[in-house]
């Protein structure tokens, strides 16, 4: 890796393998080596996950001035309406893509396209492209499927990247400064360290749920990408912002599934569990208009209050008025996991609580994936490009995902031919195995505890600083830790969530309102004008953060 290597010779590194990832790495495939990187198994991430569906703006009672208006309507006055047109603009393109590619949307021939469109939280029409209630799945099998019969893509399963290589990992002084060329990676199960030298590398990572106790997120949302950028010297932009979904299962044997928001969207009521102070009554009349399809900020907050209020442990989501047959054929996957569970919510409704979901914020890009490092982009959850604002539309992410994905993999193939500079190896020469791993699982559990009971859907001031001071406790112990052991994935996943966590609540301490998704108990009322909140890394190790 130490030798001078003509980029045209050298591979594009996509780190992660979910619908952004792959959506890359298909695009380039046509022309270029790409390398495909996951930490656990090709199968496992959020995209697989993912229940309710795609935007389309497909029927022509629909538009696209109609979806930018519910984007940056759901958003909170923080969405860039360049950004909302340019994906609403491409959403028809992007739906076509994923048919094309043969993924199994639920039909209805008078539909368009073919295609049955359900409605979410936020949006004023039929717009959301679905495969029964497992979209995301049916999505990244199809995808991952094109990608292992693809000879130009090499798929790593448990490989985690550790670091990029930038300037300060050459042997020599260069003249093009700021540049990304590569990664360090950990290849797992051979507990060795690899410089992988790249023309370009893509971050598509995912989001960061599992810096909180309760998430609804797979085990790989820690972060990575956003971590990395931000050591690597890249801004990231409004992290105060994570979306709790409303509606996560409660259940002692499973707390991480998702109760899809298309059940509300299909008429699913939300209620009080029958209790001393309670008797099964409707709650959310008392807190929005739009009842159950109020964005999912307003629906989460009004969960957390009534929970709080009541002293109740989770509320209830019932569907059963929907009648057996049309929960069956709609909702199957969430049928049939709460069946096994001893629910059947064709005769009784489904105990919910809020969970962290997604991240609005993250690595600041354009429209091409393009980051503040030359031949470094970032496509998906891990990214800041002012879509989703202070609160995520539903169903917008894997929308931005292949919308973002395909530009990004066009802008890759445009690069110019240059050679890759000496780069220095990782070295292992001072570190030992570590003696035991009870100071990662502690401080892992550590993390997520504070981060739900201080960083959650209500914040406060003084809550915010006691979660920094105890952060930056733990990013101490983990460095030293980092740097007299060799590393293990649960040690690079731990230093990456703290590295976010404390992105997190420095945006938070920034913010001086409530909006959207970030709700102070201490600034109540919104600020007339609308600004993001972008952090910038210095060389110094020292932090600029401003509201821009």
């Given at each position: 890796m130490t030798q001078k290597q003509h980029f045209s010779e050298l591979p594009i590194l996509v780190i992660g393998a979910g619908l952004a990832g792959l959506t890359v790495a298909l695009h380039l495939a046509e022309q270029h080596r790409v390398i495909v990187m996951a930490k656990r198994t090709l199968g496992e991430g959020a995209t697989a996950?993912?229940?309710?569906?795609?935007?389309?703006?497909?029927?022509?009672?629909?538009?696209?001035?109609?979806?930018?208006?519910?984007?940056?309507?759901?958003?909170?006055?923080?969405?860039?309406?360049?950004?909302?047109r340019y994906i609403a603009e491409n959403s028809a393109s992007a739906v076509?893509?994923?048919?094309?590619?043969?993924?199994?949307?639920?039909?209805?021939?008078?539909?368009?396209?073919?295609?049955?469109?359900?409605?979410?939280?936020?949006?004023?029409?039929?717009r959301i492209a679905h495969a029964?209630?497992?979209?995301?799945?049916?999505?990244?099998?199809?995808?991952?499927d094109q990608a292992r019969t693809n000879p130009n893509?090499?798929?790593?399963?448990?490989?985690?990247?550790?670091?990029?290589?930038?300037?300060?990992?050459?042997?020599?002084?260069?003249?093009?400064?700021?540049?990304?060329?590569?990664?360090?990676?950990?290849?797992?199960?051979?507990?060795?360290?690899?410089?992988i030298a790249a023309k370009a590398v893509v971050l598509a990572t995912g989001g960061l749920g599992k810096v909180y106790r309760y998430?609804?997120?797979?085990?790989?949302?820690?972060?990575?990408?956003?971590?990395?950028?931000?050591?690597?010297?890249?801004?990231?932009?409004?992290?105060?912002?994570?979306?709790?979904?409303?509606?996560?299962?409660?259940?002692?044997?499973?707390?991480?599934?998702?109760?899809?928001?298309?059940?509300?969207g299909e008429g699913g009521i939300l209620k009080l569990p029958d209790s001393a102070s309670t008797k099964g009554e409707r709650f959310m009349s008392s807190h929005d208009e739009r009842l159950e399809l109020a964005p999912r900020d307003i629906v989460a907050r009004a969960i957390d209050f009534e929970m709080k209020k009541h002293g109740l442990d989770y509320v209830l989501l019932d569907a059963t008025h929907l009648g057996a047959?049309?929960?069956?054929?709609?909702?199957?996957?969430?049928?049939?996991?709460?069946?096994?569970?001893?629910?059947?919510?064709?005769?009784?409704?489904?105990?919910?609580?809020?969970?962290?979901?997604?991240?609005?914020?993250?690595?600041?890009?354009?429209?091409?994936g393009r980051t503040d490092l030359a031949g470094l982009y970032a496509v998906g959850e891990a990214t800041y490009t002012g879509l989703h604002g202070a609160n995520r539309l539903a169903s917008n992410s894997l929308l931005e995902c292949v919308v973002i994905g395909k530009a990004a993999a066009a802008d890759i193939a445009q690069q110019v031919s240059a050679t890759s500079p000496p780069i220095r190896l990782w070295d292992e020469s001072k570190v030992e195995d570590a003696d035991e791993q009870v100071v990662i699982a502690h401080n892992w559990d550590e993390l997520r505890?504070?981060?739900?009971?201080?960083?959650?859907?209500?914040?406060?001031?003084?809550?915010?600083?006691?979660?920094?001071?105890?952060?930056?406790?733990?990013?101490?112990?983990?460095?030293?830790?980092?740097?007299?052991?060799?590393?293990?994935?649960?040690?690079?996943?731990?230093?990456?969530?703290?590295?976010?966590?404390?992105?997190?609540?420095?945006?938070?301490?920034m913010r001086k309102e409530s909006r959207g998704l970030h709700y102070s108990r201490d600034y109540p009322n919104s600020l007339a004008k609308a600004s993001p909140t972008i952090l910038t890394p210095e060389l110094s190790g020292k932090t600029v953060a401003k509201v821009a």
């Open positions: 996950w993912a229940q309710g569906g795609i935007v389309g703006v497909l029927d022509e009672q629909d538009s696209i001035e109609a979806h930018v208006a519910d984007t940056v309507k759901a958003g909170a006055g923080l969405v860039l309406e360049s950004t909302a076509a893509w994923l048919i094309e590619q043969g993924v199994p949307f639920t039909g209805d021939e008078s539909g368009p396209l073919g295609l049955h469109l359900t409605r979410e939280g936020g949006h004023s029409h039929r029964a209630d497992s979209t995301g799945k049916a999505i990244h099998t199809v995808l991952l893509i090499q798929l790593l399963e448990n490989w985690i990247a550790l670091d990029l290589i930038t300037d300060k990992n050459l042997e020599t002084k260069i003249s093009e400064p700021n540049r990304c060329y590569g990664a360090y990676a950990l290849d797992i199960l051979n507990k060795k360290v690899e410089t998430t609804s997120n797979p085990d790989t949302a820690t972060g990575d990408g956003v971590a990395m950028a931000w050591r690597a010297g890249c801004r990231i932009g409004n992290m105060e912002f994570v979306q709790f979904h409303p509606t996560c299962l409660y259940h002692p044997s499973d707390r991480t599934f998702l109760i899809t928001e298309a059940l509300r047959d049309f929960i069956r054929e709609h909702f199957p996957m969430i049928y049939a996991r709460c069946l096994s569970l001893g629910i059947d919510i064709t005769k009784e409704p489904i105990p919910v609580v809020p969970a962290a979901h997604y991240a609005c914020g993250g690595i600041v890009t354009d429209l091409k505890s504070l981060m739900w009971n201080y960083v959650g859907i209500v914040r406060t001031n003084r809550r915010l600083e006691r979660a920094l001071h105890r952060i930056q406790l733990l990013r101490s112990e983990v460095q030293e830790y980092y740097s007299n052991f060799r590393v293990t994935r649960d040690l690079i996943e731990l230093r990456n969530l703290l590295e976010c966590a404390e992105l997190i609540v420095r945006s938070a301490l």
